[in-house]
């Protein structure tokens, strides 16, 4: 079973930057797409950026899209965030999840083995 541990966070100014990390351990993960997710309080978890097994094909949710960049190590077994230009509706829990899929769904169902979440905090 893997076992997904996020990092990365903190609190910023808008127009900041940050970048995640999401390192995977219990098995490889190099063979299936992987994704972030974010919950702000009180909202669902939604997506925000998932990545093809071999890194060639991404998708974004259109709030992230130009801004945030998703891409992944398989040999480090991890995968990352890069966030720029923050805003303070980017504020929430941010997630990584796998799924058993090699090309990226944009569906929350279709990852699991969620990590414990690193808490990321625009302040306009």
């Known amino acids: 079973q893997v076992q997904l541990a996020e990092s990365g966070g903190g609190l910023v100014q808008a127009g900041d930057s940050l970048r995640l990390s999401c390192a995977a351990s219990?098995?490889?993960?190099?063979?299936?797409?992987m994704g972030w997710f974010r919950q702000a309080p009180g909202k669902e978890r939604e997506f925000v950026a998932a990545?093809?097994?071999?890194?060639?094909?991404?998708k974004y949710a259109d709030s992230v899209k130009g801004r945030f960049t998703i891409s992944r190590d398989n040999a480090k077994n991890t995968i990352y965030l890069q966030m720029n230009s923050l805003k303070s509706e980017d504020t929430a829990v941010y997630y990584c999840?796998?799924?058993?899929?090699?090309?990226?769904?944009?569906?929350?169902?279709?990852?699991?083995?969620w990590g414990q979440g690193t808490q990321v905090t625009v302040s306009s």
């Open positions: 219990g098995r490889t993960v190099s063979y299936y797409a």
């Open positions: 999840g796998v799924s058993v899929y090699s090309l990226p769904p944009a569906d929350l169902t279709k990852f699991g083995s």
């Open positions: 990545i093809s097994s071999g890194g060639r094909t991404t």
